[in-house]
C-alpha cells in the first residue's frame, strides 16, 4: 500500500519515520491487518516462526509475536494522535509490513480517524487479542498487558520524535481509560531524568533459547532493574 496523504502528512511531522514503523523498507511484504483477528492464519504464522524462535511453545510464539505486532499496529493511529492528524485505528484501514521471517516492521493507515479512537482501539485490540490468545492456547489477559505496554512505549518513542515526551506520554493514561478493561494503566517512571515505560507484561523473550531477559523487565526484582535503568540514562 503507498501510504495515503494523511498518513504522509503524519511521517512529514515526525522525525525517523522509519524507525518508528510508519515507512516501510522496499524489502519488506505487506498484508490486511484483517487478517490479525483470524485464529488460523495466526497459528499459521507462529508455525512459520516457530523455527527461527527455536521454540515449539505456542505460548511463547504467541507472545513474542504480539510483542512484535502490537507495537506496529497500534503505530500509526497513535502517530496520528501526538501530531494532530488523525489516522485510522480501524483493522480494515491498516496494512502490516513484515521482513523475512514474519518480522513486524511497519504499519499504514488507510485513512482518517473516526473521531473515536478508543472505540476503535478496542475493537481492534479485542480482535486481535481473540485471535492470538486462541492460536497460542492461552488466556487473553497477558496479552492486554503487552497492549498497554506497547500504547506506552509508542507514545514515548513519538514524544520524542516531536520533542516534547512529556505532553506525548501524558495522552497514554486518558487514552487508556478511554480504551478501558481488561486494557491495564499504562505507567511510566522517571530515572535520572529520562522517562521510561513501567512495564506491566513479560515479552517473553527470555523464554526462546537464548533470548534476553530485558532490561525493564517487571520479572526483574526493581533494585536490579532500577540500577540497569540507572545505566541506560546515564548512556543517553
Do not use: H, K
Request: glycine share 8%.
Amino acid at each position: 500500500m503507498t501510504a495515503p496523504e494523511g498518513q504522509v502528512a503524519v511521517v512529514a511531522r515526525l522525525a525517523d519515520a522509519g524507525g518508528l514503523g510508519l515507512r516501510a523498507p522496499a524489502s519488506a511484504a505487506s498484508f490486511p491487518a484483517v487478517r490479525l483477528a483470524d485464529p488460523t492464519w495466526t497459528a499459521e504464522v507462529l508455525a512459520l516462526r516457530a523455527p527461527g524462535q527455536r521454540t515449539g511453545d505456542r505460548r511463547v510464539l504467541a507472545t513474542v509475536w504480539w510483542y512484535s505486532v502490537s507495537s506496529v499496529l497500534l503505530t500509526p493511529p497513535l502517530a496520528g494522535l501526538v501530531t494532530g492528524v488523525p489516522l485510522s485505528a480501524r483493522l480494515p484501514d491498516l496494512e502490516v509490513s513484515v521482513l523475512r521471517g514474519a518480522s513486524p516492521v511497519a504499519a499504514v493507515a488507510a485513512g482518517p480517524g473516526s473521531g473515536d479512537l478508543a472505540a476503535d482501539l478496542r475493537q481492534t485490540l479485542a480482535a486481535v487479542v481473540a485471535a492470538v490468545a486462541e492460536a497460542g492456547g492461552m488466556r487473553e489477559r497477558p496479552l492486554w498487558a503487552i497492549a498497554t505496554d506497547a500504547l506506552a512505549n509508542r507514545l514515548l518513542a513519538l514524544g520524542r520524535a516531536v520533542r516534547d515526551v512529556p505532553a506525548a506520554t501524558a495522552l497514554a493514561a486518558p487514552l487508556a481509560a478511554a480504551v478501558g478493561p481488561p486494557l491495564p494503566m499504562p505507567r511510566y517512571e522517571e530515572v535520572r531524568g529520562v522517562r521510561f515505560v513501567r512495564r506491566a507484561s513479560c515479552c517473553l523473550l527470555c523464554r526462546v533459547p537464548g533470548g534476553p531477559v530485558c532490561i525493564s523487565c517487571p520479572r526483574r526484582p526493581p533494585a536490579e532493574r532500577l540500577r540497569l535503568l540507572e545505566t541506560v540514562a546515564s548512556r543517553g
